[in-house]
């Protein structure tokens, strides 16, 4: 059981960039066995699952964990991994507690606001994209899109407290996430007024509805893109795409990737 310093993982760290304000964005790939005993780490942090997976316990649980997924861990908080598979990489935001206080927030606000993981993964990835393409505006860049990633946290209380209905449009829409329903046809399964779902999803999900179907289907992307068993035509049309040009732009602006950029990482 030991505790590994800041910027540093279990894995062979391939890229590191610290905006030196108290954020690091750190690329780590798993090629061999790693060290499968209980650690932890000097700094919380957001992990980002790109390739392969992994087994994580913690005290109280375990998951196991693919391409897409998305983790929150405390600083110091013990945890261990089983069963990593070769290869995999990971995206990890590093959050120093001088930042926190900056910022006015805690450590369990952030872990609240990575909830909304289809928001937060296309800022991670834009993130990690600005990191990659370092100049004189990446640090502000990359402190602007963490503020926005820590203010989901507003937008998750509102949630939280929203009416019931609310909640159940969320479960709607991820389960027709490929269907692209409008709003008269929600309307009518909840038995509301398309007035109203119109006038309040902005204040309950941070967002049209059709920005918030575009990150969805995204979302859903992730995986297939990294398992590289369909072209990309495929799954734009399994996402919910017209067509594989409307994807691209698409996951373009969600992440700021292009899709095979994103496929390579």
């Known amino acids: ?3 590994l310093e800041k910027e540093t993982y279990l894995g ?3 890229n590191i960039f610290n905006t030196h304000e108290g954020i ?7 090629q061999n066995k790693v060290y499968e005993g209980w650690h932890s780490h000097n700094n919380a942090h957001i992990t980002l699952f ?4 992994t087994t994580e316990k913690r005290k109280n649980s375990s998951e196991t964990v693919g391409p897409g997924s998305l983790l929150f861990y405390h600083s110091d908080e013990l945890h261990l991994n089983q069963n990593t598979l070769f290869p995999s990489r990971n995206i990890n935001i590093e959050i120093e507690e001088n930042l926190l206080k900056g910022l006015h927030i805690n450590e369990a606000e952030i ?3 990575i909830q909304n993981s289809v928001f937060a993964k296309s800022l991670i990835l834009k993130i990690f994209k600005e990191s990659q393409s370092a100049d004189n505006f990446t640090n502000d860049n990359v402190n602007m899109l ?4 820590a203010n989901a946290n507003e937008h998750f209380e509102r949630f939280e407290k929203s009416p019931f209905w609310v909640k159940s449009l969320n479960e709607l829409l991820q389960d027709c996430w490929n269907e692209n329903p409008n709003l008269k046809d929600l ?5 509301l007024s398309p007035i109203t779902i119109s006038k309040h999803f902005p204040k309950y999900f941070g967002c049209t509805l059709g920005e918030y179907m575009r990150r969805i289907k995204i979302n859903r992307s992730l995986s297939l893109i990294q398992s590289n068993e369909k072209n990309l035509t495929e799954i734009a049309l399994e996402c919910g795409f017209a067509d594989q040009s409307h994807f691209i732009r698409t996951f373009k602006n969600q992440t700021g990737f292009l899709p095979k950029q994103f496929q390579k990482l």
Do not use: D, H, R
């Open 1 to 3: 059981m030991y505790e």
């Open 12 to 14: 062979n760290t391939k």
């Open 24 to 30: 690091a964005v750190v690329e780590t790939e798993y």
């Open 50 to 53: 790109l390739k392969g997976g």
């Open 111 to 113: 872990e609240k606001s």
């Open 146 to 149: 963490f503020s926005q990633l």
């Open 187 to 191: 309307a009518q399964v909840l038995n």
